[in-house]
């Protein structure tokens, strides 16, 4: 009984994991999914994106994290995510459709989140508290 | 299909482009040899060199444009303006610069030109026809890094060719790299050595001629 109840302490303490659905991402705009997650990630937490983000978007998250760098601050973020990947449905190709579909992405502070090993279809991440 | 719809885009570019020389961008992330492979193309087409090179990542710091390199390969003449971008990174810690014996205030410099150049690099992305994508044979090659670049290239199909560099290292692997990425061009290198840098100039004639 002792033992269950410090489990739960333990995980009081931890570092809060935010699990963010295809639904929410979809009706933001791209800077304000990307100020979500700078915000999130600034205050220690750690997100999971159901969809992830489209490239374009990731290479605004780099630049706009490039910014936020400060010495003893924040020193970046750790993003992982499954390559894109092309939608080949012939309609997508003849309306010109945006063809490519994004995938689970995890993002985290850079000092808390760990990548162990990265595979096409396996991501091993560690989480440390500091 | 998809080496079609790219040739195809690269034709029609042709046709109406006029005497623009089509800018490529060689990307990668930090400490893959961007830089390397730069000098090795300026230099073997034009006696010129880009760029120093360092083991310390984020040597290269602001991007650096060589125009009109004319290229002949593989029976083609191609004229391209190369830009050496600095290594993508989505972290910079400036302590990771004093483990190789810089002062606290020189690392602290460091990092700060460090993200103005990942922000420059992310920049020439929007401006760019073509990528060569530099990546360390050595490492595991599913970085963010890699992968933002190349979802970046498909989502506006431009062509890609990915350099799989440090092939002289015996730990190299560009099979690995082939088996992530398989749906584009790849070519197994040495821009240190230039090992099958002749391969890559073709890759790069066909590709972006």
Known sequence: MTRKKNQTTTSVQGIQLDFISEDRLAEMTAMEKIRLILDEVRSSKILVLERGLTPEEEAKLIELTMIEITPDGFSGIEIESYPTKQNTSIFGKIFGKNTTRTRLTVIGPADKLKTVKKDRDMITAIVTKQ | ?209
């Open chain 2, 1 to 209: 299909m998809k080496k079609m719809q790219i040739r195809l885009f690269s034709w029609i570019k042709k046709l109406f482009k006029k005497d623009r020389m089509a800018k490529i961008g060689i990307y990668g992330p930090p400490n893959a040899g961007k830089t390397t492979l730069a000098n090795r193309v300026v230099r073997d087409w034009t006696g010129d060199a880009v760029g120093p090179v360092s083991h310390i990542p984020h040597e290269t710091r602001r991007a650096r444009r060589r125009e009109g390199i004319t290229i002949e390969a593989n029976g083609t003449t191609v004229s391209l303006d190369i830009v050496d971008t600095p290594g993508l990174a989505t972290k910079i810690d400036f302590h990771d610069f004093m483990a190789f014996g810089m002062k606290e205030e020189e690392a602290k410099r460091r990092a700060k030109e460090a993200t103005e150049g990942v922000i420059e690099a992310v920049k020439w992305l929007e401006d760019l026809d073509g990528v060569i994508l530099v990546m360390d044979a050595t490492e595991d090659p599913f970085t963010q890094v890699n992968v933002t670049v190349i979802g970046n290239m498909e989502a506006r199909h431009l062509p890609l060719i990915i350099a799989a560099n440090k092939i002289d290292i015996p730990e190299a692997s560009p099979t690995r790299i082939r088996s992530a990425f398989p749906q584009h061009t790849l070519v197994p290198i040495s821009a240190l050595e230039g090992q099958n840098i002749e391969t890559l100039y073709d890759e790069i004639a066909n590709r972006f001629g």
